[in-house]
């Protein structure tokens, strides 16, 4: 029997669960921002700063010889063994390039990998809150239920090994760790992390570590999930090169797992992406290999703008605690009375400075607004001196 107009025109051709997906809290105030002009942006997770040029150099070399084929759904075997020399030399932890190492496009792939290739539906997954925007998204996508794990100001937003066990059911299957932290900045210690290793131990639960931001830490050293004693075999590495190395729009990034959860994520990838670009994945070979010294000057850099931030918010009266990690401030504006998202709209309209609302990365973060100081200190200072009008008008104070 024929299926009439109508009835075609009225069926849901988009899936329940993607419908069921609200959009990422940050697209709202890019969208605002594309419309207007002389604005600052303090909203993009993004480095300011071009990626080196030996490091295009190489790209183009490649190019040149006519490297332009596809590659092992695993990546090239010279970029893994790169990957497995730095983990080694950086954080005594060891992979074998061949079957424990897996170049994705971009850590956001690698994520989505993890969770389609260890979830059942229902299976449930712990997140601090608050959170990457991603990581609820691709629980969900996954066919995974997101338990979030409540992190507080008073507690510099860290997440502890109680409150994870506490939440954990039959149904859990693994914790979901971001560190140093996107939105927060936040750092867990060794010891910190060397507890929430034996929870997940105890429960016999994965680990998925995204430490894209590992390199990006101030006074203070990066651990390794991996590296942690008894953790290894069941942790989910994910790591990248756009943060460290200034090659966000490259989309290279890597998966560190041991095999049978490797080939499980591979699985997924060769019938999706199939492989990394094979001119980004030169790149992050040339990346890994000599430029260490720009990594160490972008850092230097990021932690005096990181300094300037978060004194310039403390002297506005906005709490900060101190960043550690990544390259975020997430001051409270709770004095003010209104809701970050509000907060946000109004101080772009108002004084054309955006910055991301804090209830984008979960309820907790309510209250908060995120700012990034990837971007040079000149619109750091002036972007202070527009808070502190705006700030000022809302309390009827002369600025």
Request: proline residues 5%.
């Amino acid at each position: 029997m024929a299926t009439s107009v109508g009835s075609v025109a009225n069926r849901n051709r988009v899936a329940k669960l993607v419908s069921s997906l609200p959009p990422s809290g940050i697209r709202k105030f890019f969208d605002l921002l594309a419309s207007l002009d002389n604005v600052i942006s303090l909203g993009v997770g993004e480095p300011d700063f071009v990626t080196p040029w030996h490091i295009r150099e190489a790209a183009m070399y490649g190019l040149e010889r006519g490297e332009t084929s596809y590659t092992s759904n695993y990546g090239l075997i010279e970029l893994r063994s790169e990957i497995a020399r730095h983990l080694e030399r950086l954080y005594q932890v060891s992979y074998d390039p061949r079957r424990e190492i897996l170049v994705t496009v971009g850590v956001s792939e690698g994520l989505d990998l993890a969770m389609r290739a260890i979830l059942d539906p229902g299976d449930e997954v712990l997140c601090p809150d608050p959170g990457y925007v991603s990581y609820r998204p691709c629980i969900q996508l996954a066919g995974g239920t997101v338990i979030p794990v409540p992190t507080s100001f008073a507690d510099d937003f860290k997440v502890r090994a109680e409150e994870i066990e506490a939440r954990i059911t039959p149904r859990t299957k693994a914790i979901l760790l971001g560190y140093p932290s996107n939105p927060t900045g936040a750092v867990l210690s060794r010891e910190e992390l060397a507890a929430i290793a034996r929870v997940a131990e105890r429960h016999d639960l994965i680990v998925v570590a995204d430490e894209i931001y590992d390199r990006l830490v101030y006074g203070v050293e990066h651990t390794c999930f991996s590296s942690l004693p008894g953790a290894r075999d069941r942790t989910i590495l994910l790591g990248g090169f756009s943060k460290a190395y200034a090659m966000t729009g490259w989309r290279v990034g890597y998966a560190c797992a041991r095999p049978e959860l490797l080939e499980a994520m591979m699985k997924i990838h060769q019938y999706t992406m199939l492989c990394a670009p094979v001119m980004a994945q030169l790149a992050a070979i040339e990346a890994l290999r000599y430029g260490e010294r720009d990594v160490q000057e972008m850092v230097d850099e990021y932690d005096r703008r990181r300094r300037v931030m978060l004194t310039g918010f403390r002297r506005l009266g906005l709490d900060c605690f101190e960043p550690r990690g990544a390259f975020y401030v997430f001051p409270s504006i709770a004095r003010t009375g209104l809701s970050s998202e509000a907060f946000a709209e109004r101080l772009l309209n108002e004084e054309r400075v955006a910055v991301v609302p804090g209830s984008a990365f979960g309820e907790r973060g309510e209250g908060h607004i995120r700012c990034c100081y990837a971007t040079s200190l000149a619109e750091i200072e002036e972007a202070i001196r527009r808070i502190s009008r705006f700030l000022a008008r809302l309390e009827g104070k002369d600025a």
